[in-house]
Structure formats: C-alpha cells, structure tokens
C-alpha cells in the first residue's frame, strides 16, 4: 500500500474553492460559453435545449413517481416548479397564477455567478419548465422576461398555458404535449 507523503498531506490541507457542486457549475458556464463564442448564442441556446428538454422530461417523472400521479394539476405543476428549483439551490417564488399563465420570479440562480454574461444557460430553466408544464398541461409557452445572466437583480419567467394571439406577441420558446 502506497504511503501518503508529506506533500500529498500538504496539499490535501489546503483550503481551495474546489468542491463538486462549484466544478459542474463551472464545466457547464463553459460548455455554455465555449457554444456562444464558436456558433454564437442563439445556436448554443439550441444544444442547450435538447439537455435541457430531456432533463425536464427527467424530472418530471421524478415527481410524478414520487407524487404517485401521471398527471399534475396547474397548481402542482407550480409547486413542482419551485420545488425543483428550490432542491438546486434556487430561489423561485410565484409572482402570479392563473389558467393562462403562470408568473415565477427567482432571486438566486441556482447557477450562482457562473451564469453571469452565459445567457445561454437560462435555456435549461426554459425548456424544463416547459417541458413539464406542457407534459402536464398540455401546452407551454416560457419566456424569460428577466434574468440574471443578462444583468437583472432578479429573473422573471413568465409560463404561458394557452396558445393565443397575445401570446405570439411574447417572445418565447413553445411547448406540446408528446
């Protein structure tokens, strides 16, 4: 058996902002970078939907396993939302409900400064929200009003229910049922 040297002994005392949490974060700020600055921002945006969209299907089911349900009211699929934000160390609230929308508001990104001027990553929120709510609802149309990464104090994620008209005047990435 190997003996630990006073070196390895020295530099495993170290105290470094090394740790998994901050190192995933990390990986995914440049990953998310990396794809803006090479096929530019909107492109990038759309790798990150496909991740983004399959873990929404993702947890989805994880609450749908854990509730016993295979299917979540509009009130459930609010709470789900928050909660699940809540678990990565978010911080969503719910600014308003109705059957037309839902309206979260966020005062800590789960993220934390690696989100920073990487607009990119806002997508996942985007397409797990919708994927979710549309699972569950039937339609979703998200849009990201407000965030963080673009320089905001808060994000403001504005869940639309309904195909509509007015809705096609928002900005926003839509979402069926499959």
């Given at each position: 058996m190997a003996q630990i040297s006073s070196l390895d002994k020295q530099i495993e005392s170290l105290e470094l902002p090394i740790e998994r949490d901050q190192f995933l974060r990390t990986v995914i700020?440049?990953?998310?970078?990396t794809l803006q600055d090479v096929v530019g921002v909107e492109e990038a945006a759309g790798f990150l939907n496909v991740v983004?969209?399959?873990?929404?299907?993702?947890?989805?089911?994880?609450?749908?396993?854990?509730?016993?349900?295979?299917?979540?009211?509009?009130?459930?699929?609010?709470?789900?939302l928050v909660d699940w934000k809540r678990r990565i160390q978010g911080d969503f609230y719910v600014i308003e409900e109705t059957d037309e929308k839902i309206v979260l508001g966020n005062r800590?990104?789960?993220?934390?400064?690696?989100?920073?001027?990487?607009?990119?990553?806002?997508?996942?929120?985007?397409?797990i929200f919708g994927a979710i709510a549309a699972d569950?609802?039937?339609?979703?149309?998200?849009e990201l009003?407000?965030?963080?990464?673009?320089?905001?104090?808060?994000?403001?994620?504005?869940?639309?229910?309904?195909?509509?008209?007015a809705s096609e005047e928002f900005a926003g990435q839509e979402y069926f049922k499959l």
């Open positions: 700020r440049e990953l998310a970078g983004g969209y399959r873990t929404g299907q993702h947890v989805n089911q994880i609450y749908h396993n854990a509730l016993q349900l295979s299917h979540l009211s509009r009130e459930q699929v609010t709470a789900v800590k990104c789960p993220f934390a400064e690696q989100v920073e001027g990487r607009e990119a990553m806002c997508v996942m929120t985007s397409n569950n609802l039937g339609y979703a149309r998200v009003e407000d965030t963080i990464a673009r320089g905001a104090q808060e994000c403001k994620v504005v869940i639309h229910l309904k195909p509509s008209e």
